[in-house]
């Protein structure tokens, strides 16, 4: 199956923005609304911080946002701090026979 | 608590088989698709199955279209993932996840998960 791609590491000041990349195709995110992000610290499962493009859970931090351009969506961390150091996975919905295809992670360091 | 709690994982030989089980507490799973995905040591991660909430619906990823099998015991609460004729490459920590799927398609809950490894 093919994933969607993702930058493998994103890095940014205390307090600065950066924004994570994910691109696929127009079968998959340019295709559905149907994009979500997950933050995973090492050795724990993934949380859900995003779905459907630029929803956010309860409970999850407003510096996390999300938006999307065609076959590209896009996580960005406003006023990035040292607990997002962390692991990012995009997943956008698929009209492929997968159903669901996974970015390839981003690992984000704040510096 | 709402939560997720995978069990059964362990080592197996090349072409041996394992059952995971998925028990879910603070809600009920009939009312939701549900889900198993992996990840390899250092590597990201990998969907692996869908299951409708009725049962009669199950989709695979092509690697283990036919050797893996997903399915649900409403009246337990719990999800299962068979797994038969496994191979070095299914070796992975496997969660299972929570699918809300028809309005959305996302993975809002998910389990601290369980590894499976494959080795001679």
């Known amino acids: 199956h093919s994933a969607l791609t993702q930058p493998a590491s994103v890095s940014g000041s205390p307090g600065q923005s950066i924004t994570i990349s994910c691109t696929g195709t127009?079968?998959?995110?340019?295709?559905?609304?149907?994009v979500s992000w997950y933050q995973q610290y090492p050795g724990k499962a993934p949380k859900l911080i995003i779905y459907?493009?630029?929803n956010r859970p309860f409970g999850v931090s407003t510096r996390f946002s999300g938006s999307k351009s065609g076959n590209t969506a896009f996580l960005t961390i406003s006023g990035v701090q040292a607990e997002d150091e962390a692991d990012y996975y995009c997943?956008?919905?698929?009209?492929?026979?997968?159903?669901?295809?996974f970015g390839t992670g981003t690992k984000v360091t704040v510096l | 608590e709402v939560q997720l709690v995978e069990s059964g994982g362990g080592l197996v030989q090349p072409g041996g088989s394992l059952r995971l089980s998925c028990a879910a507490s603070?809600?009920?799973?009939?009312?939701?698709?549900m889900t198993w995905v992996r990840q390899a040591p250092g590597e990201g991660l990998e969907w692996v199955a869908n299951?409708?909430?009725?049962?009669?619906?199950?989709y695979y990823v092509g690697s283990v279209r036919g050797r893996f099998t997903i399915s649900r015991d409403n009246a337990r609460n719990s999800v299962y993932l068979d797994m038969n004729n496994m191979r070095v490459e299914d070796t992975a920590v496997y969660y299972c996840?929570?699918?809300?799927?028809?309005?959305?398609?996302?993975?809002?809950?998910w389990g601290r998960g369980t590894l499976v490894t494959v080795s001679s």
């Open positions: 996840a929570r699918y809300q799927y028809g309005t959305s398609a996302t993975f809002d809950l």
């Open positions: 603070g809600f009920t799973v009939s009312t939701y698709w």
């Open positions: 299951i409708k909430e009725d049962g009669t619906e199950q």
């Open positions: 127009s079968t998959d995110v340019g295709g559905y609304n149907y």
């Open positions: 459907d493009v630029s």
């Open positions: 997943n956008s919905y698929t009209k492929a026979s997968t159903l669901e295809a």
